[in-house]
């Protein structure tokens, strides 16, 4: 089975700008959640899909938004992004949502804002 | 939040000898999970253990939980230059709204000295 898979792995933008993220999860996963890991908080937890629907939400202003389609996929989006929005973008995927699934996670996004 | 705080913050240690890191949470859980991540890539899946479990191995990981002392342990024995990465442990965090999500911990950089 292909791994996850995340679009683009490195992305440099401006401030002001706006960016969207793509992932892949494993065939047949229907799960795919979002973290933010940075050097300084850590990994965060951003937002967690489960069939097109968000399960989840972490402490994240709303410039920081996402979807899941119908096969699954999904993609963040951040809008108006600041310096601190620089950061590994981490996608992760399970078959079923919630905290006792294991997770697969991607390569990351590194975004580099200017 | 973060949920877990690992300890030590680092490790170096000689290839062959054993690696303990430990974790400590706050809050109750319904499971702990421990990952891998090398240098600036996604995270990998160790070893998930449940509340109701003490002690689980996997290989040459050994990994018990204390819910009494709201902590667990990850001890690599025998330990090799490919264990060189950070270690993160992860818990379920009750989100309130039925479901759950991980919250990660800001890991223990394990160096193993060739």
């Known amino acids: 089975k292909a791994g996850v898979t995340q679009t683009p792995r490195y992305l440099i933008k401006t401030r002001g700008q706006q960016v969207t993220l793509s992932c892949s999860p494993i065939?047949?996963?229907?799960?795919v959640s979002w973290y933010q890991q940075t050097p300084g908080q850590g990994l965060q937890f951003l937002f967690e899909y489960f069939s097109e629907t968000q399960r989840n939400k972490g402490n994240f202003p709303g410039r920081f938004s996402g979807r899941q389609f119908s096969n699954s996929r999904s993609e963040m989006n951040v809008s108006t992004l600041e310096l601190g929005d620089s950061a590994l973008y981490l996608c992760?995927?399970?078959?079923?949502?919630?905290?006792?699934?294991?997770?697969?996670f991607g390569p990351g996004t590194r975004l580099t804002v200017l | 939040s973060q949920q877990g705080e690992e300890d030590p913050q680092a490790l170096s240690i000689q290839e062959g000898e054993n690696a303990t890191m430990n974790c400590s949470y706050k809050t109750s859980i319904n499971n702990l999970q421990w990952y891998r991540q090398n240098s600036g890539r996604g995270l990998v899946h160790l070893i998930l253990i449940r509340s109701n479990e003490r002690e689980k191995h996997s290989g040459r990981l050994r990994v018990t939980l204390d819910t009494s002392k709201k902590s667990s342990s990850l001890l690599i024995t025998a330990s090799r230059a490919a264990d060189t990465a950070s270690y993160f442990c992860?818990?379920?965090?009750?989100?309130?709204?039925?479901?759950?999500?991980?919250?990660f911990g800001k890991g223990t950089k394990l160096s193993v000295i060739p």
């Open positions: 992760a995927s399970s078959l079923g949502y919630g905290g006792d699934n294991e997770q697969f």
């Open positions: 065939s047949g996963h229907r799960s």
């Open positions: 992860a818990t379920d965090d009750d989100s309130g709204a039925g479901s759950y999500q991980l919250t």
